[in-house]
């Protein structure tokens, strides 16, 4: 986004949305990796507030879409078929079309011994698809978000000097808690992998 001089105030907003995007990023890892029903659900409201309101700016005309964008048009165009189709596996289809898509999901449908509905999803489990697409659709707009908000050298720094200062803190407060012996992740008792460094995540793995 390049920001025109006359407007202040849009300036000062789109800045704004850059810090608290730097922010998010600091947050994610610390609430158990965002990894609990909560805390991705605070991740996704945040996520879209920021979507909406750099959208607004957008559409009265206050800031003005970069190259970026049309650099990045393939990544995009793949990234957005691949939420549409999370999209798709939770909207009712006609029970044909899920038969022709998806033949094993029609098919367990129509053994659960239910009565067979004109409207199914191709999903089998709908709430961890919804859940899915809700954290796919997230990522996307991460990804778009980082398009329009890192728009400078300066932006690009300093948002390199965040995720390291974040990689840093992880390695200082896991290597600490295993030394130290108290075993918390994210202020509360560890409950598996004792003596091994997982910092404020569920596992080392995550870490």
Known sequence: MRISHKHTEAHRLERFLFYSFLALLIWLPLPLGSNRPWAWSLMEGWIYLLSIACLLLFAFNRVQVGTQFKQARIPIIIFAVFTF????QIVPLPAGLVEIISPEAYKLFTNSGLPVMRYLPLAIDSNASYISFFKTLSYFLVFLLTLALVNSKQRLILLAYTLVACGVFQAVYGSLMTLSG????????KISFYGVATGTFVNRNHL
């Open 85 to 88: 189709w999370s999209l798709l």
């Open 182 to 189: 108290l075993e918390k992740s994210f202020f509360i008792d």
